[in-house]
Nanobody
Framework: QVQLVESGGGLVQAGGSLRLSCVASGRTFSSNAMGWFRQAPGNEREVVAAISWNGGNTYYADSVKGRFTISRDNAKNTVYLQMNSLKPEDTAVYYC???????????????????WGQGTQVTVSS
């Protein structure tokens, strides 16, 4: 049974940092693109960052570019999201996801991902 478990969320003041982790179990995803998404109340789920199978290619939403860094450790079956200079508008539930598709380095649409974690809440106070 495949499971993705996120951790590292919490409450932080604006300007602070958090590091999210997502550990996969049940199978290895070292050949798969992975991504981080977020969803705030009343909003659609949106991509935050995505990473290719070997970490060599990454994508960032314009809203987080220069502040967030996605990385992965295939030996640990884990993907990370380092979030710096956090803003109140970053408040959301953050989800990690794995895509089973091949052909592109990474994917940026939610429907392109087949496995999802349960989410971790990130709250940034002003």
């Amino acid at each position: 049974q495949v499971q993705l478990v996120e951790s590292g969320g919490g409450l932080v003041q604006a300007g602070g940092s958090l590091r999210l982790s997502c550990v996969a179990s049940g199978r290895t995803f070292s050949s798969n693109a992975m991504g981080w998404f977020r969803q705030a109340p009343g909003n659609e789920r949106e991509v935050v960052a995505a990473i290719s199978w070997n970490g060599g290619n990454t994508y960032y939403a314009d809203s987080v570019k220069g502040r967030f860094t996605i990385s992965r450790d295939n030996a640990k079956n884990t993907v990370y999201l380092q979030m710096n200079s956090l803003k109140p508008e970053d408040t959301a539930v953050y989800y990690c996801a794995v895509s089973l598709r091949y052909g592109r380095y990474y994917y940026t649409a939610a429907y392109e991902y087949e496995y999802w974690g349960q989410g971790t809440q990130v709250t940034v106070s002003s």
